[in-house]
Structure formats: structure tokens, C-alpha cells
């Protein structure tokens, strides 16, 4: 059987420097493991559309549609900020999302034990943190028609369109309920049905593919204001979340800071199985390209190796690996060892994207 098949966008801003730490990863797998991917690499985002005039190209995009699994680092930058829209870095990763309908976008936050000091929450609010956000990704506002900015007598006019059909709502309902089962379950739907009309379609399909297929989960619905209050007062009562695209951004965003640092985010995007049986699937960190810290060696590489940990969970069934590298991750961490993000303000001597990537190396090693 031949080996299985990665694509690598590392992307723009720090996205390389995480990378670099996760290649290292992958290659310490083929030796010690005996699991060898086939591995690829190419642009996207700001370096291709220098590189091509466009942030994904069609070869690109291509190949990623017929790999296993892709791996991508980050996009954007300051750089390309005053670029057309349909030119700009983050169209390559929408593309990608919305041609490979990659829907359901998995999020874990969860409070390593060594930083649970750390959050900006109190220590007993975070310690033992273990959620998991799923946001729907390939629809809702992002990609709703029609959009642009249009001019109306003598004003210009911004319009975007929150747009959700049953059977986009009713899948990543499916994704959700079908986590929670093999964890706590328990789902929490959070829309804004109270001002909504697409928020009101969203609690009753929930509630549909509840009632149907899963009425072993506990089901909750929150409005999500409120969802954002409760995940600062008290984010351990939840299991699993399920949103929509724009209010799984900002959720997710804030469930980073709960674990200590966006560097220690990771998220899988999946969508429906491909012939073999396993998802399409992308994995990213939940974090940004940086520009204030990229180019020098700060980048925390955690949430990027986290989310390769996924990739062997949910594209190649090696729980047991993922295991073994998250546990690598946790013990490095237990020794005391902080990247930049992860000092608090008294500061200390933080180890670099370089250093982070040895110590985990050295865990793995030592783990054999
Ligand atoms: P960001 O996530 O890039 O950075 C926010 C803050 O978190 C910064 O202070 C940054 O230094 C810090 N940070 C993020 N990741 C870190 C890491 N691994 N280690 C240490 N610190 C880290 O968000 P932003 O500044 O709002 O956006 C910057 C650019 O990234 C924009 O162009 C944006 O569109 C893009 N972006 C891309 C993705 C993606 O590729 N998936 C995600 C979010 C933002
Ligand atoms: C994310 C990012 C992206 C989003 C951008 C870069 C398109 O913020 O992955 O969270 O808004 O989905
Ligand atoms: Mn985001």
C-alpha cells in the first residue's frame, strides 16, 4: 500500500516557523514510528499571490482536493491589507474551506495542567478545561450572497448575508452529536434566535436532528452573547459547542485565552468521507500569521503540532500516536518550558519556535 499523502501550505507571518517544527515532527514519526507520509508542499496566501498573482492556485488547490489530509499553517499580513478582496490571503483559505466543504471545523480548547496559573482566569475556573467548539465553515455569513459594498444615492453601503439552509445546518449538527457521544454528551447550540431569522432555522434543525438520531446527548441552546459571558464565568459546564461560521471565529478565539495562549489552539476541518472512507480533511491552527512577532523566533509551535496530532486522530486513525505526541507536548510544558506567549507579566526566559520544537522531540524520543 503506499504511504499516505500530505499537502504542507505553511503560508505567511509565522506560519513557516510553526511549520518547520511540525515537518520535524512528521519526519521523527517516519523514523521511530514507521509511519511515512508522502509528503508535498506549496503556496498559499500572501507568498503565492506574490509568487502567482492569486493566493491559491488552481494546481493548488487540486492537489489538496486529492491528498489525505492538508496541513496549513497561516495567512495574512499587514503587507497585503490594501489588496483587492478577491486577491487576498484569507481568499485562499476560503477557498480551500468552501471547495474541499470542509463544514465541520473542530476546535478543542483545552488547559493543559502547567498553565492553568496561567490563563487570564482564575485557576479553578480553567484547571481541567476540556471543550470542544465545532463551527460550521464552508456557509452563514462568510459566504452568503449577495455581499459587497454598493453605492445607495450618495453613501456607499456594506452588505453581507447570514444564509443557512436545513441540510447545512442539519450536518454539522450531526458532527456535534456524534463528538459528544464519544465524550460527555452533552451539545450546546449557540445562535441568536432572538433577532435572527436564520438563528431561529438553526435552533429547530438542532432540535430535528436531535430529537430523530440523538436523544441519548443532552441538548442545550444558548444565545450566543450569552454562550461568550459563559465561557469566561464558568466554560467548564460545556462539552461540546455548536455554531455557525462567524460566531465559532469569535468563540473560538476567546475559548483560546482560556488555555493560556491563541499559540496553543488547534483545529481540524472536515467534511464528508472521500472513497477510502476517511474525511477530506484540513488541519490549521486556530491563530493568525503574527506579524508583530514573525521573522523572530517567538512563535509558539503548539497549536500547530496539536493540529497534526488531529490529523492522526481523524484522517489516519492513529489515536495512540496523537496521544503520544500530545503527551510529549503536556511533559515539556510540566518542565516549566514557555514560549514568549506563555510568560506571564513577571516574564522569565522563554525558550524559542526552535526550542519548543527540540524539547518536544526530546519527549518523544525519551517516550519510545
Ligand atoms: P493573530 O492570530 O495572527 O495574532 C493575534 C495575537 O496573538 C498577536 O499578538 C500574535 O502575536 C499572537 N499569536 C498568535 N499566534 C501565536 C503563536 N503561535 N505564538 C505566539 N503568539 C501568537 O491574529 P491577527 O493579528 O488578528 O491577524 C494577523 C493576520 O493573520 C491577519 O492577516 C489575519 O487575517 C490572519 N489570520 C489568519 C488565520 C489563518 O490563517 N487561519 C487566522 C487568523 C488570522
Ligand atoms: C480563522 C481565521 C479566518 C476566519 C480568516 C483568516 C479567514 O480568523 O481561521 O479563525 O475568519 O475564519
Ligand atoms: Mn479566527
Redesign the pocket.
Known sequence: MSNPSLLILAGDGIGPEVMAEVKRIIDWFGANRGLTFDVSENLVGGCAYDAHGTPLTDATMAKAQEVDAVLLGA??GPKYDSLDFGVKP?RG??RLRKEMDLYANLRPAQCFDALADFSSLKKDVVAGLDIMIVRELTSGVYFGEPRGIVKEGNERVGINTQRYTESEIARVARSAFELARRRNNKVCSMEKANVMESGVLWREVVTEVHQAEYQDVQLSHMYADAGAMQLTRAPKQFDVIVTDNLFG?LLSDLAAMLTGSLGMLPSASLGAPMANGRPKALYEP?H?SAPDIAGQGKANPIACILSFAMALRYSFDKGDEAARLERAVEDVLADGLRTADLMGPEGGSPVSTTGMGDAILAKLDAGL
Open positions: 495567512v495574512g484569507e483559505l476560503l471565529d486556530v493568525g
